[in-house]
């Protein structure tokens, strides 16, 4: 089955303590993404990446890293998560270019930094 | 910067109506559009994608235009049942210097009541 996975869904943590978010996609896509939702501003997207070892930001990318080291995979990382982090985090995968590349989203990580 | 605008925020209609829902945006070089609908606490399901030479795009009881010129795409939505209850998002993929970003609007949470 096509499917995008996130792990973990569901994450509570301290403020400071590393974390990653994995991600990881079957259909072969090269263009990776992901996004956090909160109420009121809607998806964002954080970081993106059009193929292997090429990433870039979105439009909130301060506190996280990613790295896309093999097409199937798209870590999020938080080296020192803070309250304000807490949110729905999203991944997602697509064909790029102009082809037809619709987004694939993952079932969705749920994090809380206290 | 790209800015995705959806209007109305918020709709209420007795089922069986048709009804339609708006979705703005400012920068016209887009690639595609994408709807999708969000069920409370869970992912997006996609509904809709439109390539930015297309006019429009149809699945079941859901018809999606695309005005490329004038930054506007239209979700149309006939016969409304209670299952259709849930937030549209509309998603724009632009061309930002060889990237492809993503914006997202807010969305529009829609109400059918029985």
């Known amino acids: 089955e096509a499917q995008v996975t996130q792990n973990p869904r569901y994450l509570i943590t301290v403020t400071g303590k590393k974390l990653t978010v994995t991600c990881s996609q079957n259909?072969?896509?090269?263009?990776m993404s992901w996004y956090r939702q909160d109420p009121g501003l809607g998806l964002r997207q954080i970081y993106y990446s059009m193929n292997v070892e090429v990433t870039d930001k979105g439009d909130v990318p301060e506190g996280y890293k990613v790295s896309r080291k093999e097409k199937r995979n798209f870590p999020l990382i938080l080296e020192s998560p803070s309250p304000n982090q807490t949110s729905l985090y999203f991944c997602?995968?697509?064909?790029?270019?102009?082809?037809?590349?619709?987004?694939?989203f993952g079932p969705g990580t749920r994090l809380t930094v206290l | 910067k790209q800015e995705v605008t959806q209007i109305p925020a918020a709709l209420s209609v007795p089922e069986g109506e048709n009804l339609v829902l708006n979705c703005s945006f400012t920068d016209s070089a887009i690639y595609n559009l994408q709807w999708f609908r969000q069920d409370p606490g869970k992912g997006l399901t996609s509904l809709l994608l439109i390539q930015s030479s297309q006019r429009e795009q149809t699945s079941g009881r859901l018809n999606a235009s695309l005005d490329k010129s004038s930054g506007r795409s239209t979700l149309y939505i006939a016969a409304s049942q209670p299952g259709d209850s849930a937030t549209y998002l509309c998603a724009v993929r632009t061309n930002s210097g060889g990237y492809q970003k993503v914006t997202f609007g807010i969305g529009t949470k829609l109400q059918v009541i029985p």
């Open positions: 259909m072969n896509h090269e263009y």
């Open positions: 997602a995968s697509s064909l790029p270019g102009t082809a037809y590349n619709e987004q694939f």
